[in-house]
């Protein structure tokens, strides 16, 4: 499947530039999902979501087996059509958010992260003084950031972060995952094991002020 399916699917580093047009047809919306896990949130939203376009970021192997495994069949890795709405990037989600033009993104998707509790991993927080304004300038005004978390620490860390900052407009957290949220494997483990996920929505506010 990394040999034959990811290639079919991998959103270059040279298609940053005008993403959109690295769909196989036009698309309404673009979104990305930074760390997709095992695939399940990704897919139902490209399933769900026809006509917008998503590029969903995962470093791990396992995965992005995971999510291809959903997709092909055994002995159709070549062959199987895959959704036309639907991009992969295997590498650090920082570095194509870099590449991306300005307010291009529609939607942005972080979703259980890893809580990164140390102080020297703290710079790999997307939820981060230093990281907002990046963020921020990917997504287009009155573009929606989704956030879910189960581990209090960082659910603390993200209300301090989101308090302190003019980009986004935050309203409280639902304590209930809301519609159009499809589920995950991380939220079902968090759930089994008796912590409760936040779910929170950010918008765009426009303004550019420095945090």
């Known amino acids: 499947m990394i040999e034959q399916t990811l290639p079919r699917l991998r ?20 979104w990305l ?7 399940e949130h990704a897919l139902a939203q490209a399933a769900a979501n026809p006509a917008a376009g998503l590029i969903a970021c995962e470093v791990f192997e396992n ?5 291809l495994s959903r997709l092909v ?17 295997d590498a650090d989600a920082r570095d194509l958010m870099q590449l991306l033009p300005d307010g291009c993104l529609d939607r942005l998707f972080l979703l259980f992260p890893d809580p ?3 102080t020297r991993h703290a710079k790999r927080r997307f939820v981060h003084p230093a990281a ?10 009155g573009g929606e950031w989704r956030i879910a978390s189960d581990d209090p620490t960082y659910q603390g860390w993200v209300a301090e972060v989101l308090a302190d900052q ?11 995952r809301p519609a159009g949220w499809p ?19 950010l918008c765009r506010t426009g303004r550019e002020e420095a945090i």
């Open 166 to 176: 003019v980009l986004f407009d935050v309203k409280p957290p639902d304590t209930q």
């Open 132 to 141: 907002l304004a990046g963020v921020a300038r990917v997504l287009r005004p």
């Open 116 to 118: 990164w509790p140390k």
């Open 73 to 89: 069949p055994q002995g159709g890795e070549a062959t199987a059509p895959l959704p036309g709405n639907l991009r992969l990037w």
């Open 11 to 30: 959103f270059a580093a040279a298609e940053a530039g005008a993403p959109r047009a690295a769909f196989a047809g036009d698309v309404e919306a673009l």
């Open 183 to 201: 589920p995950t494997r991380y939220e079902a483990k968090a759930l089994a094991a008796g912590r409760r996920p936040l779910y929170w929505s």
């Open 33 to 39: 999902e930074v760390g997709f896990g095992g695939g």
């Open 63 to 67: 995965g992005i087996c995971s999510l």
